[in-house]
């Protein structure tokens, strides 16, 4: 086999799977940055809790990807500035994100990290990078659990339409 035998971390990373792990690092890091910025508008202390831990999930992830680039030789993108820490009172309510809003973002960006890792595991020949980000895709599967639940009990789920009968079928 070639290049492609031994240990997969000696084998070369193709053209598709740097370009995964550059764009998922960068879209990782932007959401660090937004986490930071919801995590001052959040008022919940449980929604405010559950943010940290995306915020340390992400700092994980950008920091193993971008050992991969660089021992790899490939530059990671550039990371946003940081956000000044806020105090909820300071923000005006109208221009307040409300938990329910910061909740259904969250769960937003949590369904396109799943995509991503999916996406990244299917296309990945090396086999450390595709368990590397099915470890991510289930950490982001049991934090949608969790935010899932949390919308629950707290009333943010907004359904979609539920069907609560159904109508028999009538054959003619």
Not at 18 to 26: G, K, T
Not at 70 to 89: F, Y
Not at 136 to 154: D, I
Request: charged fraction near 25%; glycine fraction near 6%; include cysteine.
């Amino acid at each position: 086999m070639g290049i492609l035998d031994g240990n997969p971390k000696h084998e070369p990373m193709h053209y598709g799977e740097i370009y995964a792990l550059w764009a998922f690092s960068s879209q990782t890091k932007l959401a660090f940055t937004g986490y930071h910025t919801l995590r001052n508008h959040a008022g919940d202390s449980d929604l405010r809790e559950f943010m940290k831990e995306l915020i340390d999930v992400a700092a994980k992830e950008t920091d193993d990807c971008d050992a991969l680039l660089i021992k790899n030789g490939i530059t990671p993108p550039p990371s946003p500035p940081e956000k000044p820490k806020a105090n909820l009172e300071d923000i005006p309510a109208g221009a307040r994100f409300t938990d329910q809003e910061i909740s259904a973002s969250l769960s937003v960006d949590l369904i396109i990290g799943l995509n991503m890792c999916s996406q990244i595991i299917g296309q990945a020949i090396r086999e450390d990078i595709g368990m590397l980000f099915t470890k991510y895709h289930q950490t982001k599967t049991s934090l949608s659990s969790k935010l899932l639940r949390m919308n629950k009990a707290k009333g943010w789920l907004v359904p979609p339409p539920l069907q609560l009968q159904t109508k028999e079928l009538v054959h003619s």
